[in-house]
């Protein structure tokens, strides 16, 4: 792998291209333990559950402070509300990265890409590095791109699916004509899922439920960690064409010399 | 539209008999696919199903750690007023029965959210009695604004109000509403509450559907279990919720399971509810609703309440008191209480408990985001 195979958002280098969440874990003390067998640098919490005035529940205190703390505005239904909990992150001290999630769908938990281009594009003008989480479209992709966004984080398959990468082809649509970083978010359940959304060529992963609910949350993530390490490795070296039929071993059409 | 609609329809299924022709294959069945429907709810409500206890609850287990995680969401009630306009034959608070009436001043509020707060818990649940008269949309509002210095979620048990009247509170602060129909059986609703506002069964019905009109973040309903026959019972409040669930995309439904509880009128439940049969209900909930919250209060006793937690649950109250002004002068507020409970352990023995089972307790799980911001031009 070349050295300088760095990914790159709002100027910062990240080496390790597996993000996590701290949702659903049985305790925020597993969050070190994780982020220390892993090697995982960037890790999204939920504004929502953020205490500040309990030091002893507020989750900021278990992410161990060389980790990029991603944001995000889960809870939000509408634009409006996940610009104000992004300010209300910044406010509280939680940097200027921000993950955007507008969900008004309480049952399958869908993205609104609509409301999430607004958002997008009031918090990049405030200088909020923004990766905005959506269905994947092309159309609202290039829209986050003139919005301002720094990456965009595709679904592969509903929130807490585990189901893997149901959305492939629209995600490698976004992967060949976007030139942001593509960041796989939910859905998936596997570290092979993430290894082949790393084939493909997207730039990382992000998976919470698949290792929170793992039976051991801090071996998940060291594996996920290993995939997408493969996954990127096999995409930078370039994967062999696939064939339908075996190279044949006569030529049928070698009398045409 | 609305679920009256939908409940006229679902009162004339013959119930007996669809149970009756439930088989072991019908329920090994339903217990493999992936999306249930109102027919599926039904055959796992029916007497056949309880039969099938262990594999609905690993399915329930599983589908609520892969939605849930291994988390509980903590809150408490506060009771701000027992004054009540109504003749329910099981409340407590019934104008029928003699009972120390009292409603918390502006400042009994403050000290009361102090306590509250001291306990760690930043999701509280206010409720009232159902008099407008004595708790007015504008007193609530106004305790709001003195709760909002003290807990990041506030929602109401209150009597059922106007869109507006949702609207008016939701714009001060509130984000959940919780009403229960208490029995979706229209006819025994009309004997349960023979005088008062809350006999005006439609009303009630279709408070849930305002809330959600009026944005509410979050919108609980229930049956009061032992009114009625649970099962049918059970079946109308997960039709319920389904209903609400589907219309109201961006509100987050749940059910509460509460079972009756001894009262000073002395009302006698008509309807055994078992532990057994509470399981089943939210077993059977669970797999319906995937991602509904179901909540559980203290009218459960503690051993219960440890167990329920593997079953599907994801809110569970701490530290409570049905006494107006019960957290903050304990003494002098007995005998102003809704009903007994059941497990007395306070929020530290809770979430202990929660720990020692493997599990996160969340004492805050949303913030309000109302108010001035500084710079802001959305």
Known sequence: ?257 | MSFYDIYQEAKNIDFEQHWQSVTDNDILRILTKERLDAADYLTLLSPRAADFLEPMAQRAHRLTVQHFGHTMLLYTPMYLANHCANHCLYCSFSALNKLKRKKLSLAQVEEEAKAIAATGLKHILILTGESPAHSPVSYIADCVGVLKKYFDSISIEVYPLSTEEYAQLVAVGVDGLTIYQEVYDEEMYKHLHPRGPKRDYRYRLDAPERGCKAKMRTVNVGALLGLEDWRKEAFFTGLHADYLQNKYLDTEIGISVPRIRPNVGGFSPKVDVTDRHLVQIILAYRLFMPRAGIAVSTRERAELRNHLIKLGVTKMSAGVTTEVGGHSEKDSAEGTGQFEISDNRGVDEIKQMLLSQGYQPVFKDWQCIDGEMPGESV
């Open chain 1, 1 to 257: 792998m070349p050295n300088n195979d760095k990914l790159i958002i709002g100027g910062q280098e990240i080496g390790n291209r597996f993000f996590t969440g701290t949702g659903k874990h049985a305790s925020n003390a597993i969050i070190p333990q994780i982020v220390e067998h892993s090697g995982i640098e960037v890790i999204t919490v939920a504004l929502r559950r953020v205490d500040l005035s309990s030091p002893q529940e507020n989750i900021l205190n278990y992410i161990p402070k060389q980790v990029k703390l991603l944001p995000n505005t889960s809870g939000a239904r509408n634009a409006q509300e996940a610009v104000r909990i992004a300010r209300l992150a910044r406010a509280t001290g939680c940097g200027n990265w921000i993950k955007i999630e507008v969900i008004s769908d309480n049952k399958y938990l869908l993205p609104d890409n609509y409301e999430t281009v607004k958002a997008t594009e009031i918090l990049a003008k405030e200088g909020f590095v923004v990766l905005p989480y959506v269905s994947p479209d092309l159309m609202v992709a290039k829209a986050l791109v003139d919005a301002g966004a720094a990456a965009v984080m595709p679904l592969g398959a509903p929130i807490g699916t585990n189901k893997g990468l149901q959305t492939k082809e629209l995600i490698r649509i976004l992967i060949d004509e976007i030139k942001l970083p593509i960041i796989v978010d939910a859905g998936i359940g596997r570290p092979s899922e993430a290894a082949e959304a790393m084939e493909m060529g997207a730039a990382a992963v992000l998976a919470n439920t698949a290792v929170a609910t793992a039976k051991d949350p801090v071996l998940m993530a060291r594996a996920f960690c290993q995939a997408v390490e493969a996954g990127r490795k096999a995409y930078l070296a370039g994967l062999g064409p696939t064939r339908d039929v075996a190279d044949a071993s006569s030529p049928l059409t070698g009398f045409l010399d």
